[in-house]
T-cell receptor
Framework: ETGVTQTPRHLVMGMTNKKSLKCEQH?????MYWYKQSAKKPLELMFV???????ENNSVPSRFSPECPNSSHLFLHLHTLQPEDSALYLC?????????????FGPGTRLLVL | QKEVEQDPGPLSVPEGAIVSLNCTYS??????FMWYRQYSRKGPELLMY????GNKEDGRFTAQVDKSSKYISLFIRDSQPSDSATYLC????????????????FGQGTILTVHP
């Protein structure tokens, strides 16, 4: 595997379910990001991790809980989501957090909340 | 007012045409400017990035930045059907050597279709 991978690629969940999204980067980067991409809206930055430490939480509701156990892996734990949370969730990585202009994105997880 | 404005299109052009994609922005602190290409059901792919004002060319693609007008452009020469995708502009006020928190601000994206 090369680049940034995300699993699952598609997810359907009910509002009472708990699920997790996984991201793995094989680029030797130290910064990782979660973004939300909704139809007809710009990409929204959710969280930033730098060397496993969270450096940015962009006012994301607590029903989204990130976890970064090491510089190569990033998780997004989901619980009691709302239908408006349906979107494409993108993971990205960059060499360092002060090089955001060189972010590489994964293919995304398309989430549908029923 | 949005920090970054990008015409969502859709834009449809014949093969071989020159395509011009544009973004305007309001934050004069932005220094790094990126263009991403996103195919359907894929993540964004970094095409080009430039620092400050000026032009940058890479094959059929040319990126231009005019900081005085707060306006950036991406030109695609000899467009091909394989160029059909959504093009996202992005920018940040932070970069190498700065105190950055990884924040990119994106435009809405322009949907481009190049038909044979």
């Amino acid at each position: 595997e090369t680049g940034v991978t995300q699993t699952p690629r598609h997810l359907v969940m009910g509002m009472t379910n708990k699920k997790s999204l996984k991201c793995e980067q094989h680029l030797g980067h130290n910064a990782m990001y979660w973004y939300k991409q909704s139809a007809k809206k710009p990409l929204e930055l959710m969280f930033v991790y730098n060397f496993k430490e969270q450096t940015e939480n962009n006012s994301v509701p607590s029903r989204f809980s990130p976890e970064c156990p090491n510089s190569s892996h990033l998780f997004l734990h989901l619980h009691t989501l709302q239908p408006e949370d349906s979107a494409l969730y993108l993971c990205a990585s960059s060499h360092k957090v002060d090089r955001p202009e060189t972010q590489y994105f994964g293919p995304g997880t398309r989430l549908l909340v029923l | 007012q949005k920090e970054v404005e990008q015409d969502p299109g859709p834009l449809s052009v014949p093969e071989g045409a020159i395509v011009s994609l544009n973004c305007t922005y309001s934050n004069s602190a932005f220094q790094y400017f990126m263009w991403y290409r996103q195919y359907s059901r894929k993540g964004p792919e970094l095409l080009m990035y430039t620092y400050s004002s000026g032009n940058k060319e890479d094959g059929r693609f040319t990126a231009q930045v005019d900081k005085s007008s707060k306006y950036i452009s991406l030109f695609i020469r000899d467009s091909q059907p394989s160029d059909s995708a959504t093009y996202l502009c992005a920018m940040t006020s932070q970069g190498a050597g700065g105190t950055s928190y990884g924040k990119l601000t994106f435009g809405q994206g322009t949907i481009l279709t190049v038909h044979p």
